[in-house]
């Protein structure tokens, strides 16, 4: 069955602290892997997806087969990061399909 | 504005009414999903239109249905409702059929009383 696990509800760290939001998914073929993000009050928006290798507003995500996993990482965080973050995937590549992990969110402190 | 919109952005029901919420897809994208978001489930995948037809379909109770126009729209009908279905209703859109990069509505919150 295709999952995708966000094991933590909530993140807390301190400005400039660095930043390792988890995501651990499950499928069997070649999945497409993506990180959205929901400022306050505003919609999705997408972040990064691992096949463009992009680092966006500092943050990077390594698709790890191995280990299932395509955690975000950012190494000093800001304030304006404080929002909810999804990961997300794409199975088959016929659909667009998303299927979101239960969503971490991070809070920044001063 | 060229994004993503949905009305309406608030719905107030009963138990037991019928419901259409409404989509307009970016300018030139062709594919409209819809996906539900509840406390309990998250965010989960309803159903996809890509140029008119279904092209994919969740865990889409069959009291619900959607539909694509030829304006590329898109109505996601809601009936037979319980108090259960209150949660926020988004809708996305992309280019193509599969893996583009989906952009989100502001969502059309849905309580049922």
């Known amino acids: 069955a295709q999952r995708v696990t966000q094991p933590e509800k909530l993140l807390s760290v301190f400005k400039g602290a660095p930043v390792e939001l988890k995501c651990n998914y499950s499928?069997?073929?070649?999945?497409?892997l993506f990180w959205y993000v929901q400022y306050s009050r505003q919609r999705l928006q997408l972040l990064l997806r691992h096949i463009s290798r992009e680092s966006i507003k500092g943050f990077t995500a390594d698709l790890n087969k191995g280990e299932t996993s395509f955690h975000l990482k950012k190494p000093f965080a800001q304030e304006e990061d404080s929002a909810m973050y999804y990961c997300a995937l794409s199975g088959s590549s016929n659909t667009g399909k998303l299927i979101f992990g239960q969503g971490t969110t991070l809070q920044v402190k001063p | 504005d060229s994004g993503v919109t949905q009305t309406p952005k608030h719905l107030i029901t009963a138990t037991g009414q019928r419901v259409t919420l409404r989509c307009s897809p970016r300018?030139?994208?062709?594919?409209v999903y819809w996906y539900q978001q509840s406390l309990d489930q998250g965010l989960q995948f309803l159903i996809q239109?890509?140029?008119?037809?279904?092209?994919a379909k969740g865990n889409i109770l069959e009291r619900f249905s959607a539909q694509q126009f030829p304006d590329l729209h898109s109505e996601l009908n809601l009936s037979s409702l319980e108090l259960g279905d209150s949660a926020l209703y988004f809708c996305a859109s992309s280019a193509g059929p599969g893996r583009e990069t989906q952009y989100f509505g502001p969502g059309t919150r849905l309580l049922v009383l």
């Open positions: 300018s030139g994208d062709l594919s």
């Open positions: 239109y890509y140029n008119g037809e279904e092209r």
């Open positions: 499928y069997s073929g070649s999945p497409e």
